[in-house]
């Protein structure tokens, strides 16, 4: 069997050009422009980058964006006193904290501080216990999270009843793609580091979810014949032979394991481009919520 590619690149523009459209048309309308506010504490090089990416996205999509950068040696106050002045501003639709921030600093106070309907990444507790709990609805999901079952519902018609791996629990991806798999009625099943005998638990799953950030960890015999396979992991190894001395590789060991899966999605181009295309149609959410269409 060879898998079909998942292409991620293609589905993320699918979404911004959805995301254009709609912002373009409250334009039109006379309702308030989605804007997106960043809030970037110290000069951690892969964030600058990030949250670069994130403006450059805004703008082609026609959202108003606001970008906050402040020195690492800023105190724990005045980045809270930020992020409730945010909260108060009519402009601002959606706050993003980009972590990690400086050691210095305590992280879980500073997104305690987002306002729950400005909280576009989705992982502020209340937006998390609401994903977590039957009946209830988050303002926001997580985008990364949202982007991956976005790409298995666009392989699968329904996840009702399939068996679902997802190796890694973490906060930001792991648990909640598990609780959104859960929420689609998938039974789920979440491995960790502590898990035993790994290979003989992915091989019944029917979607594989691997977010564990170890390289090429899953083979071939680990996979069911079939199975739609989600790498989320982005790993640098060593490559002598390309400009960068380094390559990028998921998870999952692609070649092999695109001979057992029936879709699979590659690294780079797959799950990447979905994150910041989750993003945006988050912010459009957050300016709906507060300034509905029509
Ligand atoms: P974390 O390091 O926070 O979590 C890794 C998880 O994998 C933990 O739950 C850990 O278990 C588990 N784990 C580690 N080693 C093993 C092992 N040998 N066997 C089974 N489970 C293991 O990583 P993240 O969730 O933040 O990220 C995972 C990967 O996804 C990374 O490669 C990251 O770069 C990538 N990523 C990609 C994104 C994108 O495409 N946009 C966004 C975010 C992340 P335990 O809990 O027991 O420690």
């Known amino acids: 069997m060879s898998a079909v590619i998942i292409d991620g690149k293609a589905i993320a523009e699918e979404i911004r050009n959805q995301v254009a459209e709609k912002v373009a048309q409250r334009k039109q309308t006379g309702l308030s422009v989605p804007g997106l506010a960043t809030v970037l504490v110290g000069e951690n090089p ?24 402040l020195p690492a040696s800023t105190p724990q106050a005045e980045v809270i006193a930020l992020v409730n002045e945010l909260n108060q501003d009519k402009n601002v639709h959606g706050i993003l904290v980009q972590l990690p921030l400086p050691k210095t600093l305590n992280e879980e106070e500073v997104l305690l501080n987002i306002s729950v309907k400005k909280d576009v990444d989705g992982f502020h507790p209340i937006n998390i216990g609401n994903l977590a709990q039957k009946g209830r609805t988050p303002s926001f999901v997580p985008c990364t999270p ?31 793609v598990a609780l959104l798999l859960v929420r689609e009625n998938a039974t789920v099943t979440i491995c960790h580091s502590r898990s035993q005998d790994l290979p003989k638990i992915t091989a019944a ?19 069911k014949p079939g199975a739609v396979v ?31 899966a029936s879709a699979i999605t590659p690294v780079p181009g797959g799950v990447g481009p979905m994150t910041i295309a989750m993003l945006m149609q988050n912010t459009l959410r957050a300016a709906e919520l507060s300034d509905p269409l029509g």
């Open 205 to 223: 799953a029917d979607i594989l979810v691997a977010s564990v950030g170890k390289p090429e960890m899953v083979r071939a015999d680990w996979v």
């Open 146 to 176: 949202a982007g991956i079952i976005h790409l298995l519902k666009k392989n699968l018609p329904s996840l009702e009843g399939k068996n679902a791996v997802v190796l890694g629990r973490s906060n930001i991806v792991g648990m909640p």
């Open 46 to 69: 892969a964030s600058q980058v990030y949250v670069r990416s994130k403006h450059k996205t805004c703008e082609k999509l026609g959202i108003h964006s606001f970008n906050h950068v």
């Open 230 to 260: 989600i790498d989320v992991g982005i790993n640098r190894v060593n490559d002598p032979s390309t400009e960068k001395g380094y390559r990028l590789v998921g998870d999952v060991a692609y070649d092999e394991v695109s001979e057992v």
